[in-house]
């Protein structure tokens, strides 16, 4: 066994030793202790809720949304006739947020819901980049929808409206209930904050006029819509 060895052995040893005398000697102690080592304390971020200041509602933008977006496309080939004219912009995994399945829309948006996306992520990152959850990234859980993906959403969700913005190419949604962190236990307090500083940075681009946004509980996202 070399000395090197020897020395590190020694002093694992005399670390576990140290957390055996404080714990006999202070039991709350040394559970504080593991717990702030394993990040498993629940800290208060002193975070406003601002999820609930999101209620948009779909009589508030889908005329301009109607407007301002592309036309309504029948299916996956019309989709890419816009990406390649330029009308849409691809989305893809970048260090601030990434792509669920999308298994009933498309990762493509209009250059100015585009360029709102990557304000909230920019904002985002930096609101979050002096707390111990810097780096995390957000979900994008539906994007652009064809006339034939929403017959499809509406088979497993009947709330998908008919008329909704995703048609349009300038609306997406974000989860608030799930996000991608370096930080390898997660507590309440760590996803409530992540949820409401979140929704600070999409509210405040409301507040700026950039944006529509909608808190939507049975779907566990931010639906925002360009503006």
């Known amino acids: 066994m070399s000395k090197k060895f020897k020395i590190i052995l020694s002093a694992i040893a005399a670390f576990f030793l140290l957390i055996v005398f404080i714990y006999i000697g202070n039991p709350k102690k040394i559970r504080r202790y593991v717990r702030d080592l394993l990040g498993l304390t629940c800290w208060d971020y002193h975070q406003t809720v601002y ?78 980049s002096n707390t111990r959850l810097k780096g995390s990234k957000f979900k994008i859980t539906s994007v652009t929808r064809t006339t034939e993906k929403l017959k499809s959403l509406r088979g497993v969700n009947s709330n998908a409206s008919l008329n909704s913005p995703h048609m349009y190419g300038n609306t997406f949604d974000i989860s608030y209930k799930t996000f991608k962190t370096h930080k390898y236990f997660m507590t309440n307090c760590d996803d409530k904050y992540l949820m409401e500083a979140l929704a600070e940075v999409i509210w405040q681009l409301r507040k700026e006029k950039k944006c529509w946004a909608t808190f939507e509980k049975s779907q566990n996202c931010y639906h925002v819509v360009a503006r």
């Open 51 to 128: 999820s609930k200041k999101l209620a948009d509602k779909l009589v508030d933008y889908i005329a301009v949304s109607s407007s301002t977006g592309i036309r309504k496309c029948k299916n996956e080939k019309e989709i890419m006739e816009y990406a390649a004219s330029g009308k849409l912009k691809e989305i893809k995994d970048c260090k601030a947020y990434y792509l669920d399945n999308l298994s009933h829309s498309y990762p493509y948006l209009t250059k100015d819901a585009k360029e709102l996306l990557d304000e909230i992520a920019d904002r985002f990152g930096e609101k979050i």
